[in-house]
């Protein structure tokens, strides 16, 4: 859900309660509004904004805060927890043998979201194939054979055959020895009659374990009809929301959750089979709120500190923030964000950092590039140890040395430092951040 300025406008309210250990009416009020404004603009319902208002008001003011609790931290949580009680649960998709068939009109991203998901089931080491019925949208085969190579998963459709139903029928036989069965379904423009026929026909021929409803994020308040009509007909268990790297807003799509008493299984962010994500409650609304998503930044750094052979204690960061941030250090860092993802994501999912501090760096500051980071470990290598602890008594005179005897120029040297004195700032600016924050959160 695009809610982007969610947690700079409530940040600034929440930071006029610091020092507070008690609400009043006022600051309530106004963290409210803040959440109504930025929740209607990403289409999230009136009905539900409502509510939600009401359960933080009615909170906020009447819960005794835990001892010690600020003012502060207690608004958070409460808005934290409801934000995520509004979005719900990810719907439960064990990793074990089943049936899933999408359903969703023509558009909306199905035949797609059936390739993304069984890559990302192949990716928890199952195997899963993908059947695709749609017989109606002309290069819906194409268009699927050809995503489900790239997936490398297996597949089945027929370009010969015009009826969905046998097609499944087929499908299902052929694709027995599979774990993981998605079935794609043919959508309309609209909600028709045989469009709903042909999908109840095709329900009872696969019998899935689950169905998805897949919604274009961009689908606003029509998403309450289209989700009552597929909830009378087949059920839903689920919803996967697609296109949400676009300038959609995403929020539509709570209506059909809530309408079909149902949950959020993926969230599509790109036209490439790769491009999809488990929905995961906790982690999107700590991004929606500006304070990064410690539990996804762990997950990358441990997967980096696997690839780098690095041990624990090489990536603390509470050590980091701590002392002097060396030579040493930052080539741990670099190798570590070296195997993360572009820093720029890396950065959003670190609290405080989303916004304020990358705008302030160059683009290519944080370019940490395999070459780069060659280039500086040369470099580093004919350093001493005193100098690799203490960057700044490399002197002019040093930096020739160091130039010198590493092969590269005096201006790469120069760079390295230039970098070692940014990175340096950047991590003082983490345990600045003052009221421990950073440090509770890294703990979570
Ligand atoms: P279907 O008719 O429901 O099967 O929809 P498709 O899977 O063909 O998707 C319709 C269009 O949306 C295609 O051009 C897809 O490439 C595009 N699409 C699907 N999911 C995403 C997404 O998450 N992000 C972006 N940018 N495009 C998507």
Redesign the pocket.
Same mark, same amino acid.
């Given at each position: 859900m695009v809610l982007d300025d969610l947690g700079s406008s409530l940040r600034g309210s929440l930071d006029k309660l610091r020092g507070k250990s008690r609400l009043d009416e006022e600051d309530v009020e106004e963290i409210v509004k803040e959440i109504q404004r930025s929740l209607l603009q990403a289409d999230v319902s009136v009905d539900l904004v409502m509510d939600l208002s009401e359960d933080i008001r009615e909170r906020a003011l009447n819960e005794e805060p835990p001892g010690g609790t600020s003012a502060r931290d207690h608004v958070l949580r409460i808005v934290y927890e409801e934000l995520v009680g509004l979005v719900g649960e990810s719907t439960d998709l064990p990793l074990e043998s089943q049936t899933i068939m999408l359903a #969703?009109?023509?558009?909306?991203?199905?035949?797609?979201?059936?390739a993304?998901m069984a890559w990302w089931f192949s990716k928890k080491g199952l195997r899963p194939g993908v059947i695709q019925t749609?017989t109606f949208?002309p290069g819906?085969y194409d268009?699927a054979k050809q995503m489900c190579e790239r997936a490398e998963v297996e597949f089945y459709g027929d370009p010969d055959n015009d009826d969905p139903v046998d097609i499944a029928r087929k499908g299902k036989e052929e694709l027995s020895d599979v774990d993981v069965l998605i079935v794609?379904t043919a959508?309309r423009h609209a909600l028709e009659d045989t469009l709903i026929g042909e999908l109840e026909e095709i329900e009872r021929v696969v019998d899935p374990d689950r169905n998805l409803l897949?919604l274009?994020a961009a689908i606003g308040q029509g998403a309450k009809d289209q989700a009552d009509e597929f909830e009378s007909a087949v059920g839903i268990d689920g919803v996967v929301i697609?296109?949400?790297? #676009?300038t959609a807003k995403g929020g539509g799509a709570l209506a059909a959750v809530d309408r079909t008493d149902s949950s959020i299984a993926f969230?599509?962010?790109?036209?490439e089979v790769q491009?999809?994500e488990r929905f995961e409650p906790s982690g999107f609304i700590s991004r929606l709120l500006g304070m990064g998503d410690l539990k996804q930044l762990t997950e990358r750094v441990e997967r980096a500190m696997e690839e780098t052979g690095q041990t624990e204690e090489d990536w603390d960061p509470e050590e980091m923030m701590k002392g002097e941030f060396t030579l040493h250090d930052m080539r741990k860092q670099m190798e570590a964000m070296n195997n993360m993802g572009p820093l720029s994501q890396v950065m959003d999912m670190i609290p405080g950092l989303g916004g304020g501090l990358k705008d302030q760096l160059p683009d290519d500051a944080m370019d940490v590039t395999q070459e780069r980071l060659r280039d500086f470990e040369v470099i580093m290598d004919s350093m001493t140890d005193d100098e690799l602890a203490n960057p700044r008594s490399v002197s002019k005179s040093r930096i020739e040395r160091v130039a010198r005897g590493s092969g590269k120029s005096e201006e790469q040297v120069r760079e390295l430092l230039e970098q070692h004195k940014m990175m340096s700032r950047m991590m003082k600016q983490f345990s600045g951040m003052g009221d421990g924050d950073m440090q509770r959160m890294m703990k979570k």
């Open positions: #969703g009109l023509q558009g909306s991203g199905k035949t797609t979201s059936a993304k749609d949208r819906a268009q794609d959508g897949v274009d697609t296109k949400l790297d #676009g969230l599509g962010t790109g036209e491009d999809i």
